[in-house]
């Protein structure tokens, strides 16, 4: 039997049904390129289990600088997750890009209330999301869920090498800090008496944190391995379920099979104790 959520999509977008079988029991339907949004980026993909029996629905974010990356970069680690998560709904989201005329703050916390929108509605479900983001798609995922889910729709971030504190010291080694510095937010975004770099660090909205897991390279000389120890310190003053990993490599090197296998199985655990 079709799953009802997949007949919905099929109605609103005359859509072919497709499948992504893992072939022990866990079949997936899946639609690709949905658009939430008006803008050309605002594309989203779904995979539903037949078998679906959560209101939990992962979003992964892609990496890419806040100006670059696109869905497809994070099928790989999403397929294997998928494997872990038999149950749950997947949504793959491309974001509107940061650049000269768009700010990454507030367009792409934007980006994912709509989309959350677009699920809920299609879903007709008040659902609960864990938001997963590699790199600037990590930033995005823990100032959304720590500052601008006012809704408190989501119940988990996880963090792959995200930038947590933008005024540490190692970060403005970052080689393109200067992008980070003039269009990463609207100064329209800040309140009065704040700093843009303030403003814009996940740590410093941590006691609206949700509980986090986080993986960091201890080579990454994109995103230092002092951010972890940042994000470290400022969970210590709460009382906000937290973890955090070393991984071996750089800032790329999560997706690597060896390491891609131990933070997986980590995820799967810290998610299970929630």
Known sequence: MKNYLFLIFCTLFSCKQK?????????????????????????????????????????????????????????????????????????????????????????????ILQAINFINEKTQKQNQYILVGASSGAHISMMYAYHFDTKKQIKAVVNLVGPAQLGDEGFKKYPDYKFVEKFLISSQSIPKNTKAVDFGSPVYWILNAVPTISFYGNKDEVV???????????????????????FEGDHLAFETEENKKIIIEKIENFIQKL
């Not at 230092?224 to 070393?246: C, G, M, V």
């Open 19 to 111: 499948t992504l079988d893992f072939k022990d029991g866990n079949i997936f339907d899946v639609q690709k390129n949905l658009s939430y949004g008006k803008a050309k980026r605002q594309k989203l993909d779904v995979y539903i289990p037949q078998n679906n029996s959560s209101e939990t629905v992962f979003i992964m974010l892609h990496g890419g600088g806040w100006k670059g990356g696109k869905k497809e970069d994070f099928n790989s680690f999403m397929i294997d997750l998928m494997k872990k998560f038999p149950k749950n709904t997947f949504v793959n989201m491309n974001y509107q890009l940061a650049g000269y005329q768009q700010y990454a703050i507030p367009t792409q916390p934007e980006n």
């Open 224 to 246: 230092p391995i002092s951010q972890k120890n940042i994000l470290d310190s400022a969970f210590e003053k709460t009382n906000i379920q937290n973890e955090s990993h070393e």
